[in-house]
C-alpha cells in the first residue's frame, strides 16, 4: 500500500514550463510502475505518462510527447513530471498513480487507470492564453 501526493501545480502562462512531484510513503516504490494522468472538466482521466522499472522505459501520452518529462528519485520515493511548452489545452487536475500489482508482460505501457491501484489526490495545473 503505498500512499502518493502531487505538489507543484499553480497557475501559467502559455508556453512556460512547470515541474510537478509526487511523494510515496508508506512502502517503497522501487520495481513498481508509476505513472501520472490528468483530468480536465467534463472529460475522462488521460493518460500522461508512465516509468516502468522492470523495462528501464518510459512512455508517454500522444498530446504531450516532446514536451513532457517523468523521472523518478527513488531514493527519497518521488515521482516528478517535467512540463514544457505548455499549452491552455493542457489545463487540467494532474494525479500521480503507483501500481502494486505484478507485471503483466515486459513490452506494456499502463496506459490505462485500471492498471494502476493507488492514487493521489491530485493538483491543479492552469495555463493561461
Known amino acids: 500500500q503505498v500512499q502518493l501526493v502531487e505538489s507543484g501545480g499553480g497557475l501559467v502562462q502559455a508556453g512556460d514550463s512547470l515541474s510537478l512531484s509526487c511523494a510515496a510513503s508508506?512502502?517503497?516504490?522501487?520495481?513498481?510502475?508509476m505513472g501520472w494522468f490528468r483530468q480536465a472538466p467534463g472529460k475522462g482521466r488521460e493518460f500522461v505518462a508512465a516509468?516502468?522499472?522492470?523495462?528501464?522505459?518510459?512512455y508517454y501520452g500522444d498530446s504531450v510527447k516532446g514536451r513532457f518529462a517523468i523521472s523518478r528519485d527513488s531514493a527519497e520515493n518521488t515521482v516528478y513530471l517535467q512540463m514544457n511548452s505548455l499549452k491552455p489545452e493542457d489545463t487540467a487536475v494532474y494525479y500521480c498513480?503507483?501500481?502494486?500489482?505484478?507485471?503483466?508482460?515486459?513490452?506494456?505501457?499502463?496506459?490505462?487507470?485500471?492498471?494502476?491501484?493507488?492514487w493521489g489526490q491530485g493538483t491543479q495545473v492552469t495555463v493561461s492564453s
Open positions: 508508506g512502502s517503497t516504490f522501487s520495481r513498481k510502475p
Open positions: 516509468f516502468i522499472w522492470k523495462s528501464c522505459s518510459t
Open positions: 498513480a503507483a501500481r502494486q500489482r505484478p507485471y503483466y508482460s515486459s513490452d506494456y505501457y499502463y496506459t490505462r487507470t485500471d492498471d494502476y491501484d493507488d
